[in-house]
């Protein structure tokens, strides 16, 4: 094969984009990686890793007014913090535009989010699959969960997700790790909720993928909760520590980083994209390169706007845009609201160590003979812990305030936040905005929306649900709180290139490929058609394996 | 404990005011002239003061923490404008208090007056404070209802150098390994570790 040509094109080095590039190089095939942005070494590249606070010069506590005029979209949420800088986009390289306000956090470098995401792992269930049809929001999906469950079991295992078997169907179970522990608290309140409820809510361990046996060449956990940093110890799944290690074993990966990806090649007799074109992020010049599948896994967002500038002599508006979809029914999750309190009695325990995961309530709204002003509902994630002392109103300042904070708190505090699920909005969108060019003189994403009636309506449940469900559980001084929510600020973009059964109505199809473009494959965010209210990578990477499998097969029938 | 959580305990500690909860929103440029200027006395001043908020004991203190050069930092890089304006004037507010009330100033104080006029800025800077917050309340519910950012005020100086003390020596090798009980590599998790009466709080 000549230097620029391939078997596969993976766009974007993120869980989906990790994973591709694992499956399609293990089946045999001659993948090449690109990666817009740097290489981050396994380990090495981990520069924070071990620091503790005090080597940072303002300690992570707030970000220096530098920061804040250099990151005008980090600036908005906890991610703009000097121990993680690194390993965000430079958001003033990449502008985007907004028409309402749009929070978007990205990872530009090798591993993409996958090194400072939250970790939490569900599979969506059945019903998920199901909502579009029966509540008429958005389009049916083409897959079922039987069709997938194959694929979560298969990234469940690679990946190696720690969690508890509830049999519940709300949150189906998967091939899980041994679970991390709820600490006492959490398991008095799991027990008083369950009982209070008659079984119908549950608190258990948040499910993650956070190790807790040794798995490949990874340590197990080692409980420093540092897991955004990157985990010097491979405590945790990241493209790093999983998937790329995977790939290069095999011999048939080539990572090229600093590769910004601006169109698919398409060729319009065959039907068919020849490759992809980039633009070198350091020297800006352009190259080609040629494969014969080409699978996006830029990160939603992204993979749409490569779609959006690709065969635009054939469709004005893009690559996949012949359904009129592509760049609509944009979907976070919703959250930044739910309720906390203080738990009396247990005063004589404490913690030891810090779990990097919390607690998870299942879903309990619109499921069974349960029935609210709005549709689908929202799970929540949370977790009780002993603060330090400041019951000191005496104690103003001198040895007694120091003493008093040098000591736990005699009580502890628990709290939980709803994440919700946002429906599918035809108008809400994404366009390209050509007025404005990033660094690199390409045009840039103008954001188009926002959270509507139901989205609200479910916002004041998730309040009020928890601050019920705490005090039930005898917890006192219960609170319950809105912190106002961005779209985008649940860093769970999903959407803008959907999956459906026809083409006239959606992006891909139920084998992740782009109707107009058998052989290019769309496996990440974007593709997803409607959001559920659980955490979606660990879907990205079951979507992802899932869609390998079906390409590579398809190839080998000469069907791509 | 959890950055988040950090802040939050400060801020109740210090009046309720979060400090930097509204940097978020807030985007405003530090000039490069805001009246800052850290000698060598100011750095002096501020690690006495710190050290009367948090004093040796059996560990040591904010002085030994180098609080004064921690403050200096925190306040040329994070704060805005008018929140350095409000530092710098406090430190002259602060002096010319402790003339009045001790008839010198603060450095030439005994630990014991410098005590009693931090705890009387205290009380002064609570009352502000809640008044301050009072007169905010209205436009701060009117830029809710908006969707719009607020950034109010600068507190009271003297809760901008207590918030900064209890941060700063928490933050610190000694605070942090000394006073509090530090474990970087846990290596195994215990939800239900036993605890008696003044066994020392994680550092993190």
């Not at chain 1, 913090?81 to 990872?107: H, Q």
């Not at chain 1, 959001?531 to 079951?542: D, G, R």
Request: proline content about 4%.
């Amino acid at each position: 094969m000549a230097d620029n040509e391939y078997d596969a094109i993976v766009v974007g080095s993120g869980i989906s984009g990790g994973w591709a590039a694992k499956e399609l190089t293990e089946k045999g095939l001659k993948v090449l990686l690109l990666e817009r942005g740097r290489d981050i070494k396994h380990i090495e590249g981990y520069v924070n890793a071990s620091k503790d606070a005090w080597e940072f010069p303002h300690r992570g506590l707030r970000p220096t007014q530098q920061m804040i005029n250099d990151y005008p979209a980090l600036k908005r949420d906890y991610p703009l913090n000097e121990i993680v800088l690194d390993m965000w986009a430079k958001d003033k390289e990449c502008p985007y535009t907004e028409t309402k306000p749009f929070s978007w956090f990205r990872g530009y470098h090798v591993g993409g989010r996958s090194l400072t995401w939250g970790r939490q792992s569900y599979r969506y269930n059945k019903w998920d699959f199901e909502a579009n049809l029966k509540d008429g929001h958005g389009t049916d999906w083409p897959i079922r969960y039987e069709d997938i469950a194959p694929w979560y079991s298969y990234a469940e295992r690679f990946a190696g997700i720690q969690g508890s078997k509830e049999g519940l169907d709300v949150l189906p179970d998967g091939d899980f790790m041994p679970a991390m522990e709820l600490n006492c608290v959490e398991k008095d309140v799991a027990e008083k909720i369950k009982k209070h409820f008659k079984g119908s809510r549950h608190m258990i361990i948040g499910r993650s993928a956070n190790l807790t046996q040794p798995h490949h060449d990874r340590t197990n956990c080692q409980y420093r909760n540092r897991c955004w940093r990157g985990c010097p110890f491979g405590g945790y799944f990241s493209t790093q520590s999983a998937t790329l290690p995977a790939a290069m074993k095999t011999g048939n990966l080539t990572l090229r980083p600093f590769s910004i990806v601006s169109k698919v090649l398409y060729d319009k007799d065959k039907k068919k994209a020849t490759g992809v074109e980039i633009v070198d992020a350091m020297d800006k010049k352009t190259y080609a390169f040629k494969a014969k599948i080409v699978f996006l896994c830029a990160s939603a967002f992204n993979s749409t706007w490569v779609l959006m500038n690709s065969a635009t002599d054939i469709w004005p508006e893009g690559l996949g845009s012949s359904s009129g979809e592509l760049g609509h029914n944009v979907m976070d999750h919703h959250f930044r609201c739910g309720a906390s309190g203080k738990v009396e009695g247990f005063s004589d325990k404490y913690l030891f160590g810090r779990r990097p995961t919390g607690v998870y309530v299942p879903r309990f709204r619109n499921i069974y003979e349960d029935k609210r002003d709005y549709v689908r509902g929202f799970g929540y994630q949370g977790g009780a812990s002993r603060g330090r002392g400041m019951d000191v109103a005496e104690f103003t300042i001198g040895a007694d305030l120091k003493n008093a904070l040098s000591e736990p708190a005699d009580d502890w505090s628990i709290g939980i936040m709803g994440f919700g699920e946002m429906l599918p909005y035809h108008d809400n969108k994404i366009t390209l905005n050509k007025n404005v060019t990033d660094a690199w003189g390409l045009p840039v994403l103008n954001m188009d929306v926002e959270i509507k009636d139901n989205e609200y309506k479910m916002r004041i449940d998730m309040m009020n649900d928890a601050k019920e469900m705490l005090e039930a559980s005898g917890v006192k001084n219960v609170e319950s709180y809105d912190y106002g929510y961005e779209v985008g600020m649940g860093i769970h973009e999903m959407g803008t290139a959907r999956m459906g059964r026809d083409p006239k109505n959606s992006v891909l199809n139920g084998n992740n490929q782009v109707w107009d473009a058998k052989n290019v494959f769309v496996t990440d965010g974007a593709c997803m058609t409607s959001a559920s209210c659980v955490n979606p990578s660990l879907t990205y990477m079951a979507m992802t394996a899932r869609a390998a499998d079906f390409a590579v097969s398809e190839l080998k029938k000469g069907n791509l | 404990m959890d950055r988040r959580e950090l802040l939050k305990k400060i801020a109740i500690l210090t009046g309720g005011v979060v400090i930097g909860g509204e940097v978020f929103l807030s985007g405003c440029k530090t000039g490069a002239d805001a009246g800052l200027t850290f000698t060598p006395s100011t750095l002096a001043l501020l690690d006495e003061i710190g050290e009367t908020i948090i004093p040796a004991t059996t560990t040591p203190g904010a002085k030994a923490a180098a609080i004064g050069e921690f403050m200096k930092i925190m306040v040329t890089d994070c704060y805005t404008v008018a929140e350095q304006k409000a530092f710098m004037d406090g430190l002259k507010s602060l002096e010319d208090i402790c003339t009045k009330m001790h008839s010198k100033g603060f450095m030439d104080c005994s630990p014991q007056q410098r005590h009693d006029l931090l705890v009387s800025l205290e009380k002064e800077a609570k009352a502000f404070n809640d008044k301050k917050n009072e007169a905010e309340k209205e436009q701060k519910e009117i830029a809710k209802a908006a969707k719009q950012p607020f950034t109010g005020a600068p507190p009271h100086y003297y809760t901008l150098l207590k918030q900064l003390t209890l941060w700063g020596f928490f933050t610190s090798k000694t605070g942090m390994t000394e006073t509090l009980r530090h474990n970087p590599v846990p290596g195994k998790f215990d939800g239900a570790f036993p605890y008696k009466k003044g066994d020392k709080a994680w550092a993190e």
